[in-house]
Structures are given as structure tokens and as C-alpha cells.
């Protein structure tokens, strides 16, 4: 059920704010799909002409096999594409580097060997993790088996972290992020959780918070969590938003001090929060408010009064939203897609797309596409009322989520890489 607040005020703010970026954002950056959802961390492509329609036989400029078994998205930097992947065993964990035009392997290195992996669940990957670039360097992850930065000129690992101990119980999920001179990560297993932040140039930790919550639960299993925080600047002030199981909370960058912490209840959260016209936006994976709107101010718990909405409709555990002006679009597990109104939470439509849906889906040319796990991409109008606008299938099936290189489309299977050019 979906509990909208009908204030004018929540309103009146909202609509305002979207006007004003409007106005002020012609564009957004995407020169480089650097990070997990891209360089804007929403999953848009700002080029256009990006492909509506493909088949194993239109519109591939390449596909490329790829070794192993993950669900890591590609980055790109430049016109290299960087992506991981780990035995299916857990023993090897490595980094491949793809030329972009030609999808040939450039580099195929093993970053880290493994004797005793943990026990890893049939519907995750001992490299699930997404990495991220930069100019010179990338910064690989697969949980606690190990965290490092390589040279991306030659492949070099320049330094490496093996020492954080967290029992992630069902394998790695949580990707890194980079701001500035910091890389930080989420470690959220049965045992422990925490969050670190490293200097990307040299890994030496600068913080570690624990994080101090009340799951209301001895259960360790309620305590896990797959999210990946974003950086948010609201009312000029710098956030580090890290969701985790029942609660998420904003932490200083530079610093690690506790912001503010919001419950919602929820575990195994996977949805990466999405951050527009100066709401939060939370996925918690489950519960009576495994969505909701959030508005990142205050400090300490934040109280309902701080929350526009809540919703437990067909809301997704793996995937991460995508918005458009003021509609919120997502697809849950079950492959129920939505378009919510994003100032209130009600809902515009709802439509049964089949197959299980696990991969985020992008938003682009004013077209959300959503990738299911056996291997459809429906084509959906960014619009108030469902219109499927085209249906593709290629022979693997998406959990990984897609990036983008220009109007191009960089789409992942079980078994390869694939490039869609219009």
C-alpha cells in the first residue's frame, strides 16, 4: 500500500526544484561510463540516438565471451572497457580490459588467487561488485577477498587491502566509489558491518564507522546488505548516502561522522539510492517501506516529518530506479514494472513484463529499457501511461547492468559482452 503525504508544501518544493535543474542542466556529462550506473550514478545515457531495437543479428558491432561467472557492469574509460570476473569456484578473481571498438581482449589478469573461498549463493558471484575509473586508474573490489587499484597504462596493481574481515554469508555485492582523494566501500555481512574510506593513492585507511544500528533483530541474516552509496550535495552540504539493512545513513565524506540515519527496515538491499530535484530516493529490498522518499536533511534519526512517502508495491531487491522529470520508473524481481509519481509516490501504471528482472534499468532518448534474466530488453515511453515501444532478445540472459559508450550500448550476459550500435 502506498502512503503519499499531500502537503503543499512537499509540493510546491518538489516542483520547484525540478524546474530549476531543469533550467540550470542542459546536459549531463557522460564522456566516461566510469561507475556502477554511470557518471551520474542514476543510470542515464545523456547521448542520443542510443538503439531501440537489436537481435543476435542487427545491430552488434561485436560480442565477446567472457571467462568465468559474475555480475560486475562494465566501466569505461576512454575507449577501453574494464570488467571483472571470478571462477566459478571463487578461486581466481581477475580484470579483463576489451578494446571498445573491436571488443578484443587487451588484458586478462588475475587480481586476486583465493585457497578458501566462503560459500557463495547460487544467485550471486564472487564478483558481483562493479568497479570504478579514472584517468589512470582503476579500482577493483570482491568484498573481503580484497580491494585494489591497478594502473591502467599497463595493469600493474599499485596497491592492495586484504585485511577487512566481514562474513558477507551469500557472496560480495556492494560496489566502490571514488570522490575525490577517497574510495569508499560498504562491508555489511552477518557479522559485522561497516564502512571504510581508503586514499585512493596509496589505500591506507583514513576512516572506518561501524554502523551502530538497531536491526531489532538477533538474526545475522537481517543484517546483510549489497548497496552501493552515493555522494550527494543538498543546502550545500556533502553526503556519503550508504544504504544498508533497516536503515540507511548519510555520512561527512572527509571525516566519517554520522550525518543523519533514516529506518526503513529491509535486508539484502541491492538498489543503489537515486538522489534528484533534492529527494532521496531508497529502495530497502523489503518490508512495508522497502521504498521511500526521503528528504536528506536534519541530523541524527530522522523523524516521518523528513519522509514525503512510502510505498511496498512491486518494489524492487536487486535493481536501482531510474527518473525522468518527476516519474520514477523500476522494475521489481518478478519483472513488475512502474512509473510512480515522484512527489507523492502514487502510481501512474503498472505492467506485468514477465521473466524474473534483476539488472537496473538505463533510462535514455526518453526510453527506459529493462533487461530481464533469461535475455529481454522491453522498451518502454518514459511517459505517463505504458507504452512498450520495442521488445529485443539476445541468446544470454542480463544480471549485470548495462553501461554506455556514447549513443552505444554495452550489454552483459551470463556468458558475453556485447556491443549495440545504433
Given at each position: 500500500?502506498?502512503?503519499?503525504?499531500?502537503?503543499?508544501?512537499?509540493?510546491?518544493?518538489?516542483?520547484?526544484?525540478?524546474?530549476?535543474?531543469?533550467?540550470?542542466?542542459?546536459?549531463?556529462?557522460?564522456?566516461?561510463?566510469?561507475?556502477?550506473?554511470?557518471?551520474?550514478?542514476?543510470?542515464?545515457?545523456?547521448?542520443?540516438?542510443?538503439?531501440?531495437?537489436?537481435?543476435?543479428?542487427?545491430?552488434?558491432?561485436?560480442?565477446?565471451?567472457?571467462?568465468?561467472?559474475?555480475?560486475?557492469?562494465?566501466?569505461?574509460?576512454?575507449?577501453?572497457?574494464?570488467?571483472?570476473?571470478?571462477?566459478?569456484?571463487?578461486?581466481?578473481?581477475?580484470?579483463?580490459?576489451?578494446?571498445?571498438?573491436?571488443?578484443?581482449?587487451?588484458?586478462?589478469?588475475?587480481?586476486?588467487?583465493?585457497?578458501?573461498?566462503?560459500?557463495?549463493?547460487?544467485?550471486?558471484?564472487?564478483?558481483?561488485?562493479?568497479?570504478?575509473?579514472?584517468?589512470?586508474?582503476?579500482?577493483?573490489?570482491?568484498?573481503?577477498?580484497?580491494?585494489?587499484?591497478?594502473?591502467?597504462?599497463?595493469?600493474?596493481?599499485?596497491?592492495?587491502?586484504?585485511?577487512?574481515?566481514?562474513?558477507?554469508?551469500?557472496?560480495?555485492?556492494?560496489?566502490?566509489?571514488?570522490?575525490?582523494?577517497?574510495?569508499?566501500?560498504?562491508?555489511?555481512?552477518?557479522?559485522?558491518?561497516?564502512?571504510?574510506?581508503?586514499?585512493?593513492?596509496?589505500?591506507?585507511?583514513?576512516?572506518?564507522?561501524?554502523?551502530?544500528?538497531?536491526?531489532?533483530?538477533?538474526?545475522?541474516?537481517?543484517?546483510?546488505?549489497?548497496g552501493t552509496p552515493v555522494l550527494i550535495e543538498h543546502q550545500?552540504?556533502?553526503?556519503?548516502?550508504?544504504?544498508?539493512?533497516?536503515?540507511?545513513?548519510?555520512?561527512?565524506?572527509?571525516?566519517?561522522?554520522?550525518?543523519?540515519?533514516?529506518?526503513?527496515?529491509?535486508?539484502?538491499?541491492?538498489?543503489?539510492?537515486?538522489?534528484?530535484?533534492?529527494?532521496?530516493?531508497?529502495?530497502?529490498?523489503?518490508?512495508?517501506?522497502?521504498?521511500?522518499?526521503?528528504?536528506?536533511?536534519?541530523?541524527?534519526?530522522?523523524?516521518?516529518?523528513?519522509?514525503?512517502?512510502?510505498?511496498?508495491?512491486?518494489?524492487?531487491?536487486?535493481?536501482?530506479?531510474?527518473?525522468?522529470?518527476?516519474?520514477?520508473?523500476?522494475?521489481?524481481?518478478?519483472?513488475?514494472?512502474?512509473?510512480?509519481?515522484?512527489?507523492?509516490?502514487?502510481?501512474?501504471?503498472?505492467?506485468?513484463?514477465?521473466?524474473?528482472?534483476?539488472a537496473s534499468p538505463i533510462l535514455a532518448d526518453g526510453r527506459v529499457y529493462?533487461?530481464?534474466?533469461?535475455?529481454?530488453?522491453?522498451?518502454?515511453?518514459?511517459?505517463?501511461?505504458?507504452?512498450?515501444?520495442?521488445?529485443?532478445?539476445?541468446?544470454?540472459?542480463?544480471?549485470?547492468?548495462?553501461?554506455?559508450?556514447?549513443?552505444?550500448?554495452?550489454?552483459?550476459?551470463?556468458?558475453?559482452?556485447?556491443?549495440?550500435?545504433?
Open positions: 500500500m502506498c502512503v503519499a503525504s499531500t502537503s503543499r508544501r512537499w509540493r510546491f518544493q518538489f516542483n520547484f526544484l525540478a524546474l530549476v535543474l531543469t533550467a540550470t542542466a542542459t546536459s549531463v556529462e557522460a564522456q566516461h561510463w566510469n561507475q556502477f550506473r554511470g557518471p551520474q550514478a542514476d543510470g542515464r545515457i545523456a547521448a542520443s540516438g542510443v538503439p531501440l531495437k537489436w537481435s543476435e543479428q542487427e545491430h552488434v558491432a561485436w560480442k565477446t565471451k567472457v571467462h568465468g561467472r559474475a555480475w560486475s557492469s562494465p566501466v569505461v574509460w576512454g575507449n577501453t572497457i574494464y570488467l571483472t570476473t571470478a571462477t566459478t569456484d571463487g578461486k581466481q578473481l581477475s580484470v579483463l580490459f576489451l578494446d571498445a571498438d573491436t571488443g578484443k581482449v587487451l588484458r586478462d589478469d588475475v587480481v586476486f588467487e583465493v585457497a578458501e573461498p566462503r560459500y557463495c549463493h547460487p544467485t550471486n558471484t564472487y564478483a558481483s561488485p562493479t568497479p570504478v575509473v579514472e584517468e589512470g586508474r582503476l579500482y577493483v573490489h570482491f568484498g573481503a577477498y580484497g580491494t585494489a587499484c591497478i594502473d591502467t597504462a599497463n595493469g600493474k596493481k599499485l596497491w592492495e587491502r586484504r585485511d577487512f574481515v566481514c562474513d558477507d554469508f551469500r557472496g560480495p555485492g556492494s560496489s566502490p566509489i571514488v570522490d575525490d582523494n577517497l574510495l569508499f566501500v560498504n562491508f555489511d555481512g552477518i557479522d559485522v558491518q561497516y564502512v571504510v574510506a581508503l586514499d585512493k593513492h596509496d589505500g591506507h585507511t583514513v576512516w572506518k564507522r561501524d554502523r551502530e544500528i538497531n536491526y531489532g533483530t538477533d538474526n545475522p541474516d537481517r543484517k546483510k546488505a549489497y550545500g552540504r556533502r553526503q556519503l548516502v550508504s544504504p544498508s539493512a533497516a536503515e540507511t545513513v548519510a555520512y561527512a565524506p572527509d571525516s566519517g561522522e554520522v550525518l543523519w540515519r533514516v529506518h526503513h527496515g529491509g535486508m539484502n538491499a541491492a538498489a543503489r539510492p537515486l538522489f534528484r530535484n533534492g529527494m532521496l530516493f531508497i529502495a530497502a529490498g523489503d518490508g512495508d517501506r522497502s521504498l521511500i522518499a526521503v528528504r536528506p536533511e536534519g541530523s541524527g534519526q530522522l523523524g516521518d516529518d523528513q519522509i514525503a512517502w512510502t510505498s511496498a508495491q512491486s518494489v524492487p531487491k536487486r535493481s536501482s530506479q531510474v527518473m525522468l522529470d518527476d516519474m520514477l520508473f523500476m522494475v521489481d524481481d518478478k519483472g513488475i514494472a512502474s512509473c510512480l509519481d515522484a512527489a507523492t509516490g502514487k502510481p501512474h501504471w503498472r505492467e506485468r513484463l514477465g521473466e524474473e528482472h534483476w529493462y533487461l530481464s534474466k533469461e535475455g529481454k530488453t522491453t522498451v518502454v515511453a518514459a511517459e505517463k501511461e505504458y507504452r512498450k515501444l520495442a521488445e529485443n532478445r539476445l541468446d544470454g540472459g542480463f544480471v549485470a547492468s548495462p553501461a554506455a559508450i556514447g549513443s552505444s550500448l554495452l550489454l552483459r550476459t551470463a556468458t558475453h559482452l556485447y556491443r549495440i550500435d545504433p
